[in-house]
């Protein structure tokens, strides 16, 4: 899933819903993928810590996000994104291999650790979009 994020900018909301959203904002530096990737690493842990806890980012390495998110950045400052998608925030589901990550199907009986990332995250990842981590399955 993508993020919604609401970015206050002087006294004003830069409010990113789709795609196309997070596009025009980097293009028209309103906001950076680095930017956008501090506010979401500050929602997950206010959702984490709240009571009860809303834990619907169940593994984020932030490390390996803030390289993508400025790896993109530098993408966008040279005006070279590699697609509408670089720098977009995805969350991919915890079935789906996402390399650096640990994979459990939902249940910790079957955690292994992804060394290839899956298809869809490979093509993603070829587009520029900033894997956030894994979520919950639902």
Do not use: H
């Given at each position: 899933f993508l993020f919604f994020i609401f970015l206050k900018k002087r006294s004003k909301y830069l409010t990113l819903h789709t795609i196309v959203d997070y596009y025009n904002a980097y293009r028209d530096k309103k906001t950076t993928p680095t930017?956008?990737?501090?506010?979401?690493?500050?929602?997950?842990?206010?959702?984490?810590?709240?009571?009860?806890?809303?834990?619907?980012?169940?593994?984020?390495?932030?490390?390996?996000?803030?390289?993508?998110?400025?790896?993109?950045?530098?993408?966008?400052?040279?005006?070279k994104p590699l697609s509408i998608l670089d720098g977009v925030p995805v969350v991919v589901s915890d079935e789906?291999?996402?390399?650096?990550?640990?994979?459990?199907?939902?249940?910790?009986?079957?955690?292994?650790?992804?060394?290839?990332d899956a298809f869809v995250v490979e093509k993603l990842r070829d587009a520029g979009a900033v894997f956030i981590g894994k979520s919950l399955i639902q």
């Open positions: 930017q956008v990737f501090d506010l979401i690493l500050k929602q997950i842990i206010m959702c984490d810590t709240r009571e009860p806890p809303i834990v619907a980012v169940v593994d984020c390495k932030e490390k390996l996000v803030r390289e993508e998110a400025e790896d993109s950045e530098e993408r966008w400052k040279r005006g789906i291999n996402l390399m650096g990550y640990d994979t459990t199907d939902g249940t910790p009986e079957t955690k292994y650790s992804a060394n290839l």
